[in-house]
């Protein structure tokens, strides 16, 4: 089974709607990165958590760390088609040079 | 500053045969590591070098090998291709590999036939 969940693993959102993507992790987090991909080519970072109740903005796009709950939610306001792609999360743990990621979700942005 | 470079962009390849990879980090970048995606298993790890030393290997066969140079520079190699190998394959850089975002190149994407 996967060790990071994301939830829901595609969704279609209607411009200029607000959009929720989570993830879960089944063990210890230290850190919970975001990353963005078009079909086919390589990740670009969003952004990185690192300690519970962190919260980081970007433009519209805001995702939170709840340590706790061993999850993150990536949240994106009044969407736009260029919030169309992948979305990954990817989990560090504490002694490992790598980075585990979730399976996507698969956002489209219908005009 | 120029971005992580992989080469080739896209191969073709028939099973049996062997491929190899390259990745140029970004400039002082140290850390070097390698994914593979597909369709049904998403984005594994492969392995990750710092300093021309292997750190840390994912599940792989011993089919998949890799190497850094002094530069930083690396490669992935993969012996006798089978149909299942056939995946996008990424490179990332990161100055030290640990806590940190990790830069990802454009990937090779690899069709074996």
């Known amino acids: 089974s996967q060790e990071l969940e994301q939830s829901p693993q595609s969704l279609i959102v209607q411009e200029g709607k607000n959009l929720t993507i989570n993830c879960t992790s089944s063990?210890?987090?230290?850190?919970l990165y975001w990353y963005k991909q078009k079909y086919g080519e390589g990740l670009i970072f969003l952004m990185m958590?690192?300690?519970?109740?962190e919260e980081k903005s970007h433009e519209k796009i805001t995702a939170k760390l709840d340590e706790k709950k061993q999850q993150s939610s990536l949240h994106i306001t009044a969407s736009q088609p260029s919030h169309a792609g992948i979305y990954l999360c990817?989990?560090?743990?504490?002694?490992?040079?790598?980075?585990?990621f979730g399976a996507g979700t698969t956002v489209t942005v219908r005009a | 500053k120029a971005g992580v470079t992989q080469t080739p962009r896209y191969l073709i390849k028939t099973r049996g045969q062997q491929v190899t990879l390259s990745c140029s980090p970004i400039?002082?970048?140290?850390?070097v590591s390698w994914y593979q995606q597909t369709p049904g298993q998403g984005l594994q790890f492969l392995f990750e070098?710092?300093?021309?030393?292997?750190?840390n290997k994912g599940n792989f066969p011993g089919r998949f090998s890799g190497r850094q140079f002094s530069n930083s520079r690396s490669e992935m190699n993969v012996s006798t291709l089978e149909l299942g190998d056939s995946a996008l394959y990424l490179c990332?850089?990161?100055?030290?590999?640990?806590?940190?975002?990790?830069?990802f190149g454009s990937g090779t994407q690899l069709s074996v036939l």
């Open positions: 990332a850089s990161s100055l030290t590999g640990r806590k940190e975002k990790l830069f």
């Open positions: 958590l690192q300690k519970g109740g």
């Open positions: 063990k210890t987090l230290y850190g």
């Open positions: 070098y710092f300093s021309e030393t292997q750190r």
């Open positions: 400039s002082g970048h140290r850390s």
């Open positions: 990817g989990a560090a743990r504490s002694n490992d040079y790598k980075l585990s």
